[in-house]
């Protein structure tokens, strides 16, 4: 199964569970999120992107949008089905289908779904839906290395860390990130990580 043959960027892709619901990241989102812009400063401090205002999150999204069309990305928007509202973005990116590869991040969640287990329903589906339905057999996280509380996460997921990138990217304050890189592997998918991650929401 070659992920060219399976990945398909114009097709929109839904991924469902008891908790949450994926699906493709469009234009009138900004309606849906726009109040995590005014209302949740916090979730944005270690964004690459800085988000102030409603022209910052319709930019966003926009961008997200655009590397859809150019095919190298493929964003979601986040349903939680507890709180009955959208909480969130995630995005496959840097997707290589030559190399059946890609990245798993710009992920953020409002305060709210914050170590409620969300986060274990959209990597479980996330994941299945990369290795088991397309074909992938490496998926990458990166994060700013000073962002403690996404690194673990991750890492309770079942990431391995494979280094730091000194100086990699530029914050919207002028200073420059560290980045850690993590990844999963097909292998490490099938072995242990879908058990892993399954049993943190069961």
Same mark, same amino acid.
């Given at each position: ?39 949740? %400063? ?127 990217? %530029?914050? %919207? ?30």
């Amino acid at each position: 199964m070659l992920v060219q043959d399976n990945f398909d960027f114009s097709k929109d892709y839904c991924l469902e569970d008891e908790r949450v619901i994926l699906r493709p990241l469009c234009s009138l989102d900004a309606a849906e999120l726009a109040t995590y812009v005014s209302n949740e %400063p916090e979730i944005w401090k270690y964004s690459l992107v800085a988000i102030h205002k409603l022209e910052d999150l319709n930019g966003y999204i926009e961008t997200a949008i655009q590397s859809r069309k150019d095919k190298t990305a493929y964003p979601f928007i986040v349903f939680d089905k507890q709180s009955n509202k959208y909480v969130g973005s995630t995005r496959f990116y840097d997707i290589q289908l030559n190399f059946e590869s890609t990245q798993l991040g710009y992920t953020w969640y409002s305060k709210e779904v914050w170590g409620k287990g969300l986060n274990a329903h959209c990597k479980y589906l996330l994941l299945q839906f990369a290795f088991e339905q397309m074909g992938f057999k490496r998926v990458e996280f990166r994060a700013d290395n000073d962002n403690k509380r996404s690194i673990a996460a991750m890492q309770k997921i079942g990431c391995t860390v494979e280094g730091v990138l000194r100086s990699h990217l %530029p914050r %919207p304050d002028g200073t420059r990130r560290d980045s850690i890189v993590l990844s999963i592997t097909k292998e490490e998918w099938e072995q242990n990580v879908k058990a892993l991650i399954k049993s943190q929401i069961a």
